[in-house]
């Protein structure tokens, strides 16, 4: 399933989203840096992609790490997963990371996340008295592993 999303060069080195493969999930985000951008261990930065977008009404454009990156450079988004709402209208960045003891570059037209945009559900939040009855009940974090 394919969709128009427009987007808006806010910079012109700003690179167009690709995906990877026919068949990859994530369209990967380009670092838009005049020159590269070093983190240290612990540092968050916000990097630009010089993009702004329309994201379609009903879906969100969540932003994930990309695997590579994380395990070769310890670098990945610092809020785990950035949403673009349908009604923002501003530059994607995304708030990058370092997880590693070492310190990490950044390079201009680096691939520095991916986006999959998914479809959503906007909730009608009801007040109860009670919840139906599950097996599992209030059972949290480990409740459903190994005993």
């Given at each position: 399933m394919t969709s128009d999303v427009r987007i808006k060069k806010l910079n012109e080195k700003a690179i167009v989203p690709t995906y990877g493969t026919e068949f990859s999930a994530g369209a990967d985000l380009y670092a838009c840096l005049d020159?590269?951008?070093?983190?240290?261990p612990g540092e968050t930065k916000l990097i630009k992609t010089g993009l702004a977008m329309e994201?379609?009404?009903g879906y969100a454009g969540l932003i994930y790490a990309?695997?590579?990156?994380?395990?070769?450079?310890g670098l990945a988004p610092a809020n785990k997963?950035?949403?673009?709402?349908?009604?923002?209208?501003?530059?994607?960045?995304?708030?990058?990371?370092?997880?590693?003891?070492?310190?990490?570059?950044?390079?201009?037209g680096e691939?520095?996340?991916q986006m999959v945009i998914?479809?959503?559900l906007t909730a009608n939040f009801v007040v109860a008295d009670e919840l139906e009855d599950t097996v599992r009940g209030a059972g949290g974090f480990g409740s459903t592993g190994m005993k």
């Open positions: 020159e590269a951008v070093t983190l240290a994201v379609p009404v990309r695997s590579g990156l994380a395990t070769k450079k997963v950035g949403v673009v709402d349908a009604d923002y209208r501003g530059e994607v960045m995304v708030a990058l990371h370092n997880h590693s003891l070492t310190e990490a570059t950044v390079e201009p691939r520095i996340a998914a479809p959503f």
